[in-house]
């Protein structure tokens, strides 16, 4: 065995992407299925949304979701609830919660 070593290939294939498939991922990334996405170009569901974290796309609805979650928590920053000895405030700020026991 002399000579040059063996060629190493990758099992998987690059994907070049044409600014045509950039600007349609750029629309419907988001609105239609990662899955859907990735048959259509060819490529696994990681891939693309490895191609479209490099663009710096992202999925509407999850962000729409967090944002949702972000304001309950804003608007429940504190409630009141009766036990069976007294009351329980509890505050919440950034990072924790603070609760407060009254006794009857």
């Known amino acids: ?9 990758s099992r998987h294939q690059y994907k070049r992407w044409n600014s045509a498939e950039i600007d349609e991922l750029r629309d419907l990334y988001g609105t239609t299925p990662a899955t859907e996405l990735a048959t259509r170009y060819g490529v696994s569901p990681q891939q693309l949304r490895a191609k479209a974290s490099d663009l ?19 608007e429940a ?12 405030r509890i505050i919440a700020q950034p990072g924790c919660r603070v609760i407060i026991h009254t006794m009857r």
């Not at 065995?1 to 190493?8: A, E, F, L, S, Y």
């Not at 710096?56 to 804003?74: D, H, I, M, T, Y």
């Open 56 to 74: 710096g796309l992202a999925n509407q609805r999850v962000k729409a979701r967090n944002r949702a979650a972000q304001q309950a928590v804003e």
């Open 1 to 9: 065995m002399t000579g040059k070593p063996p060629i190493r290939t």
């Open 77 to 88: 920053k504190e409630c009141k609830q009766r036990t069976a000895h007294g009351e329980q």
